[in-house]
């Protein structure tokens, strides 16, 4: 059975000068497909839950409007592909913790054995745990109130982007519609101008400049779609941040319930140390039924209690660190984000005007053309 | 062209126009005394008619206005630079009236002059449309062999089309201008005796109609029917062609005019919710708020531009393509008549051919005079078909470059737009680094 795939060149160049003037070392290029790069940000996901990871461009075509292809074989799609994807290899390049990676290092520079390196870190045992995360309903406390924040505000900027993102291939579908059908324009006072004498010329020309019109949105569109993918990036963003977010909630909630077992057994001890019943156990109800126990059974159990009360407190105390680090890394990944976000967005806005611009000015150009021909009918 | 005064009539002495009585026009005139342009289109009820003197405020305002027309005519494009013109013609003003049997609207129609066939070389009168279509039957009739303008089309559909919107009133209006003044240019029709009552008389008596048809006139009129033409003239064929092939092109361009403007709608209101997105999405930003904000505002003000365009194609540019072929069937009509007064022709020279074989009469003078018809008509048919041509290469060439300016238009404004947004951001970054560094 065969399958065909794409697969990408990658060439990295290392940006530092080689040391006394030797020769500088050749690019490393080899190649990867789609996949692969799948594997690496799975394992990046695993490895770093509290950066927020760079997303990989869409698998399949989304939000397309309907005269581009949703085709993954497409040439079009392929280099708007190829695009996200070096841009994505970049991000990590540039990102103060995941440059530093091995694997990922490894995945530019080994094209064999790096598949191999990956499964060997053992990264997708983590891989399980980090999907509980994503999808467990449990209720922290005392919740970081920065981190719920954040969680609520990528999912508002998920929400409006894909609305953007909606609305705007809706848009473009009917832009299409108006453009083409000047076209016909061209056809109708071409045949018009058969059938005149003096305004034939001027008509004929005319009737050329709407065909140029008509094939104008071509390109328009065309770089409209990059504005789009810089859209979608930070769409697909959303996604990490939610899951960093999440991964927080779970460390909280899981020192929240060490913090609680540990209350617990201590309270458990006191009880047996003093005799009194507080908390329900079945020992105690049973011993009450029928009988206490004797000395021997009861400082075995209590022995046993302040061992369990020792192993909790280390739980404790590796929880809380746990959850003190990861909310260290996390927010600073998180600001570093919020940053990187503010100035991408207002970039992508920017450029976004000044291709409206480009648009006006091209159909002002057309236009004018057009007039010039009328007024020599 | 020089917009010389008309020149003073021998009778009036030698008074400049400003001061020239002109009685008709005070009565005529149920005036509100607007301030501001002579076309106004404010719909009042028309007020009854003010008893002021001939001297007093509104009639001189009304002069002036008046004059305010001549300088439009100034840049009127049938204006002929060669030709001395001594009539001028404007339909404006348009007023509701509203009695118990009916509601309509009436136009102002105002004319100066200095020909010998008008009394006075003023007059103001109030004309509704059916005025006009009955001046237009009467050109038809008493004037076979010329080429009469079309007027705007008389039936709307009740439930789709307001009567009394504005924009249907000032479109009527303009077609209606359109078509007296096509009639005022023309060197045969404007000296035709109806329209000298319609735009002189206080009340148009249309059921009797002037006894002032010429002998043409009647004639053609009372073409027999019954004859075959057997061949059209070569140049009659191209004409017939010419408008059949024409008629067509024009058809196809009001469907696709038709068509731009839905899908330029249907695109307005996807735009309007996108920019609406840009605005929710403010909500959430703090850095990123003025760069969405201005989006949102880019993108409503390209929507109002497009609104706009989508207007001014309704109001200007279709009427005036449909009004072309309606112009094209009555050319058709004429056309056909003139078929019919040659085929009139033939068939009596042959039967008088026949006679004269059998018994030796002179040919009949009913036969010379059908030739005679058949010149004239071919005459003026020919004449009024160079200057149909001629006139129709003007309105297409305004027309067009219209339609092109209107979207340069809408295009800059959006441009404008787009480029203030750009300075706006990019003066904020400057700032931004300048605090940064400082």
């Known amino acids: 059975m065969q399958e065909t ?32 790069f799948e594997l690496l940000r799975t394992f990046l996901l695993v490895t770093y839950p509290y950066i927020i990871i760079p997303p990989l461009p869409e698998k399949r075509a989304e939000f397309q409007w309907h005269k581009l292809a949703a085709d993954n074989l497409d040439p079009d799609f392929v280099e708007r592909r190829r695009v996200g994807l070096e841009n994505f290899l970049l991000r990590v390049a540039s990102h103060p913790v995941l440059s530093n990676d091995k694997i990922y290092f490894l995945f530019l ?108 949105i071509d390109d328009i569109l065309e770089e409209e779609e990059h504005y ?37 057994k201590k309270q458990q001890r006191e009880e047996l140390a003093t005799g009194t019943v507080r908390v329900f156990s079945l020992k105690g109800i049973t011993s009450k039924l029928f009988g206490t126990e004797s000395q021997e059974q009861r400082e075995s159990r209590l022995a046993a209690l302040e061992q369990s009360i020792q192993e909790g ?65 | 062209m020089s917009v010389g005064a008309p020149r003073a009539l021998a009778s009036s002495g030698q008074k400049p126009i400003t001061e020239i009585l002109h009685p008709l026009s005070a009565a005529e005139e149920p005036l509100s005394v607007t301030v501001g342009g002579d076309k106004e289109v404010g719909l009042t009820n028309g007020t009854p008619v003010e008893t002021s003197s001939p001297a007093s405020t509104s009639s001189l305002f009304n002069r002036l206005q008046l004059d305010d027309d001549l300088e439009a005519d100034v840049r009127d494009p049938y204006a002929d630079s060669t030709e001395m013109r001594d009539l001028f013609v404007t339909v404006d003003n348009p007023k509701k009236h509203i009695s ?61 089309v307001d009567r009394f919107s504005e924009e249907f009133v000032e479109t009527r209006m303009k077609a209606l201008d359109k078509f007296l003044k096509r009639v005022a240019d023309h060197p045969v029709l404007s000296f035709n005796p109806h329209l000298n009552a319609f735009l002189t008389a206080k009340d148009l008596n249309k059921r009797q109609g002037l006894a002032l048809l010429s002998k043409v006139g009647e004639s053609v009129k009372h073409v027999a029917g019954g004859y075959k033409l057997r061949a059209r003239p070569a140049e009659f064929c191209a004409m017939g062609e010419y408008l059949d092939t024409f008629n067509q092109k024009l058809g196809t361009i009001d469907r696709i005019a038709q068509r731009i403007l839905k899908e330029q709608s249907e695109y307005l209101t996807e735009l309007r919710e996108y920019g609406g997105v840009y605005s929710s999405w403010v909500g ?25 365009l989508g207007d001014n194609m309704s109001l200007d540019f279709l009427p005036v393509l449909r009004e072309y072929v309606l112009y094209l069937e009555s050319i058709k009509n004429v056309l056909r008549k003139r078929d019919q007064s040659q085929a009139e022709y033939e068939g009596r020279l042959e039967a008088a051919i026949l006679r004269k074989q059998e018994d030796r009469t002179p040919m009949p003078l009913e036969v010379e005079k059908c030739q005679d018809k058949v010149e004239c008509f071919n005459a003026d048919l020919k004449a009024d078909w160079e200057r149909w041509q001629s006139n129709k290469r003007h309105d297409f060439k305004q027309l067009l470059t219209g339609m092109a300016d209107r979207n340069i238009n809408s295009y800059e404004k959006s441009q404008a737009a787009w480029e203030s947004l750009i300075t706006l951001l990019q003066d904020k970054q400057t700032e931004d680094k300048t605090s940064e560094t400082n």
């Open chain 1, 5 to 36: 795939y794409t697969v990408y060149l990658i060439e990295t160049r290392p940006a530092e000068t080689v040391p006394g003037g030797g020769v500088p070392a050749a690019p490393d290029t080899l190649w990867r497909r789609y996949s692969e």
């Open chain 1, 109 to 216: 520079t080994e094209e064999k054995g790096w598949r191999e390196a990956v499964l060997e870190t053992g990264f997708q045992d983590k891989v399980d745990s980090r999907l509980k995360s994503l999808s467990a309903m449990f209720r922290v406390k005392n919740p970081d109130k920065r981190f719920t924040a954040m969680k609520q505000y990528s999912d508002e900027l998920n929400t409006v982007i894909s609305q953007l993102l909606r609305v705007r291939a809706r848009v473009a579908d009917r832009l299409y519609g108006v453009y083409k059908v000047h076209g016909n324009y061209g056809r109708v006072f071409s045949e018009w101008s058969a059938i005149e004498k003096e305004m034939g010329d001027g008509l004929q020309s005319a009737g050329h400049h709407m065909d140029t019109y008509a094939a104008q």
């Open chain 1, 228 to 264: 789009a993918d810089q859209l979608k990036e930070y769409l697909f963003y959303t996604d990490a941040v939610r899951s960093v977010c999440k991964k927080h909630e779970l460390i909280q909630y899981e020192l929240e319930m060490a913090a609680q077992e540990l209350i617990s």
């Open chain 1, 313 to 377: 407190e280390e739980t404790l105390k590796e929880k809380n660190t746990e959850c003190k680090e990861f909310v260290q890394m996390a927010w600073e990944d998180i600001e570093r984000f919020k940053e990187q976000k503010d100035k991408d967005l207002r970039e992508a806005l920017i450029s976004y005007a000044i291709m409206q611009i480009s648009t006006c000015k091209k159909g002002i150009q057309v236009w004018s053309n057009a007039k010039d021909c009328f007024n020599k009918m």
């Open chain 2, 100 to 160: 118990t049997m009916e509601t309509y609207i009436t136009y102002r129609v105002s004319t100066k002059t200095s020909r010998v066939e008008f009394d006075l070389p003023e007059y103001c009168v109030r004309r509704r449309y059916q005025d006009f279509d009955w001046l237009r039957i009467k050109l038809e009739d008493s004037q076979p062999t010329h080429l009469i303008p079309p007027l705007p089309e008389k039936f709307v559909m009740k439930g789709v």
């Open chain 2, 284 to 308: 959430s930003e703090e850095e990123l708020r003025r760069p969405l904000e201005g989006v949102a505002g880019c993108v409503t003000t390209s929507c109002g531009a497009l609104e706009d």
